[in-house]
């Protein structure tokens, strides 16, 4: 309150020297006051009168600021009348309420950064406690945090766990999650939330106040789930904890799995069937006849696979589900070939005669129309060579 009215004498001061008459704007923030202009004074101060009742918190009032040229403390009254004209800014009057001694401020407050016991805190503590005559009463400092009142000698622990309950659950800092301020519930049941032993991935999250259970997030893979009975891993990288909960087995060098990265199911793949949580079991193609069923075809059933083979030296065709003569591949193969280069051979003697036969005939029409000009044929009429020139 002392260091208040320093701070309110100093701005009376300013404005005073500024011919005691300005025009400015104010903001209510809850116990302080907010000057935006003038610049001069623009900053918040602290104040216990700042309360003009009819803002919200946050709005603003504009008017205009007057600080008397006398009665600074306004213990009297006013002279003058500060009332505002009609339809003209409400008239804002400033008074000083007090005269503050820094010095004492200081020396009340001390050193906050020292571990040292306040000596003005000290002596007023030591004057209200009794000297251990009969009737003494004795007064014990008393502090408010968050509503709760801790009476009595303080320690920190008590101030640490009456400050760390003000904050909502999940969102307290790590300090206040400490053995000596608050018991982990996680450890016990795992606070009866879901857990996957094997990933060693919880659901179940300590907080100040107690535990909660959340479907977490694991190196980039988000759980969902209520968060007690069920968390299922989701996204690209499922599979990369504990395989995404799904069944997966390596067996001879071989490894299958029921997770896939595009799907959020466990499906068991090809040539195993279960249901892709706990178990895949082989299915054998021989035995279910799904394969190899040609009559020269032989089948090897394997894990996860399957493998077909031809009696007779024949060679097996997996496309066709059949088997053929690797003799007869190869001379059917040979003979196709042979039918290929004599087809080609055949057109292209075709082709040689028939261009043979057009360009003779086009020569021989050539030399018969030059013949026709000179020497008319047997069944061409005599061309006259000489023409008429009348009576001449």
Same mark, same amino acid.
């Given at each position: 309150m002392r260091e208040m009215g320093k701070k309110l004498g100093l701005l009376a001061w300013v404005w005073f020297m500024l011919c005691g008459f300005c025009v400015g704007r104010f903001v209510v923030e809850k116990n302080s006051l907010k000057v935006s202009s003038p610049s001069a004074l623009n900053g918040v101060y602290e104040c216990a009168i700042g309360n003009f009742g009819v803002p919200q918190y946050g709005g603003t009032m504009v008017g205009t600021v007057v600080y008397p040229k006398a009665n600074h403390k306004a213990c009297n009254d006013f002279d003058i009348s500060?009332?505002?004209?009609? @339809?003209?800014?409400p008239t804002?009057?400033?008074a000083d309420r007090g005269d503050v001694d820094l010095k004492k401020i200081e020396n009340c407050v001390g050193d906050p950064s020292a571990d040292v016991d306040n000596p003005v805190l000290k002596a007023e503590q030591d004057a209200q406690i009794g000297k251990g005559t009969r009737g003494d009463v004795t007064i014990l400092p008393t502090l408010v945090i968050n509503n709760r009142q801790y009476r009595g000698k303080l320690d920190k622990v008590a101030v640490l766990k009456a400050i760390c309950a003000g904050f909502e659950e999940t969102t307290e800092p790590a300090i206040c999650l400490s053995e000596d301020i608050e018991t982990n519930e996680c450890l016990h =049941? =795992? @606070?009866g939330c879901w857990q996957d032993k094997a990933a060693n991935v919880t659901a179940c999250k300590d907080t100040f106040r107690g535990r909660v259970c959340?479907?977490?997030?694991? &190196?980039?893979?988000?759980?969902? @789930?209520d968060g007690y009975t069920h968390c299922e891993a989701t996204g690209a990288l499922r599979c990369e904890i504990n395989n995404g909960g799904c069944w997966k087995k390596t067996h001879d060098g071989a490894t299958y799995?029921?997770?896939? +990265? =595009?799907?959020k199911d466990c499906k068991c793949p090809q040539g195993f069937k279960g249901d892709g949580i706990n178990t895949c079991d082989d299915v054998d193609e021989c035995k279910e006849k799904i394969a190899c069923q040609c009559p020269e075809c032989k089948c090897k059933n394997t894990w996860g696979s399957y493998e077909c083979s031809c009696s007779g030296g024949l060679l097996y065709m997996q496309e066709h589900d059949t088997c053929i003569s690797k003799d007869g591949k190869t001379e059917v193969s040979w003979s196709f070939i042979w039918i290929i280069i004599l087809g080609l051979a055949a057109a292209g003697v075709g082709g040689y005669a028939i261009y043979k036969y057009r360009i003779r005939r086009y020569m021989d029409s050539e030399i018969r129309a030059i013949m026709a000009q000179?020497?008319?044929? +047997? =069944? &061409? @009429?005599?061309?006259?060579?000489?023409v008429s020139h009348g009576n001449v």
């Amino acid at each position: 309150m002392r260091e208040m009215g320093k701070k309110l004498g100093l701005l009376a001061w300013v404005w005073f020297m500024l011919c005691g008459f300005c025009v400015g704007r104010f903001v209510v923030e809850k116990n302080s006051l907010k000057v935006s202009s003038p610049s001069a004074l623009n900053g918040v101060y602290e104040c216990a009168i700042g309360n003009f009742g009819v803002p919200q918190y946050g709005g603003t009032m504009v008017g205009t600021v007057v600080y008397p040229k006398a009665n600074h403390k306004a213990c009297n009254d006013f002279d003058i009348s500060f009332k505002s004209k009609p @339809g003209g800014l409400p008239t804002f009057l400033l008074a000083d309420r007090g005269d503050v001694d820094l010095k004492k401020i200081e020396n009340c407050v001390g050193d906050p950064s020292a571990d040292v016991d306040n000596p003005v805190l000290k002596a007023e503590q030591d004057a209200q406690i009794g000297k251990g005559t009969r009737g003494d009463v004795t007064i014990l400092p008393t502090l408010v945090i968050n509503n709760r009142q801790y009476r009595g000698k303080l320690d920190k622990v008590a101030v640490l766990k009456a400050i760390c309950a003000g904050f909502e659950e999940t969102t307290e800092p790590a300090i206040c999650l400490s053995e000596d301020i608050e018991t982990n519930e996680c450890l016990h =049941n =795992n @606070g009866g939330c879901w857990q996957d032993k094997a990933a060693n991935v919880t659901a179940c999250k300590d907080t100040f106040r107690g535990r909660v259970c959340e479907c977490p997030v694991v &190196q980039g893979v988000k759980f969902v @789930g209520d968060g007690y009975t069920h968390c299922e891993a989701t996204g690209a990288l499922r599979c990369e904890i504990n395989n995404g909960g799904c069944w997966k087995k390596t067996h001879d060098g071989a490894t299958y799995s029921a997770c896939a +990265d =595009n799907s959020k199911d466990c499906k068991c793949p090809q040539g195993f069937k279960g249901d892709g949580i706990n178990t895949c079991d082989d299915v054998d193609e021989c035995k279910e006849k799904i394969a190899c069923q040609c009559p020269e075809c032989k089948c090897k059933n394997t894990w996860g696979s399957y493998e077909c083979s031809c009696s007779g030296g024949l060679l097996y065709m997996q496309e066709h589900d059949t088997c053929i003569s690797k003799d007869g591949k190869t001379e059917v193969s040979w003979s196709f070939i042979w039918i290929i280069i004599l087809g080609l051979a055949a057109a292209g003697v075709g082709g040689y005669a028939i261009y043979k036969y057009r360009i003779r005939r086009y020569m021989d029409s050539e030399i018969r129309a030059i013949m026709a000009q000179y020497m008319p044929l +047997d =069944n &061409q @009429g005599e061309i006259p060579n000489h023409v008429s020139h009348g009576n001449v």
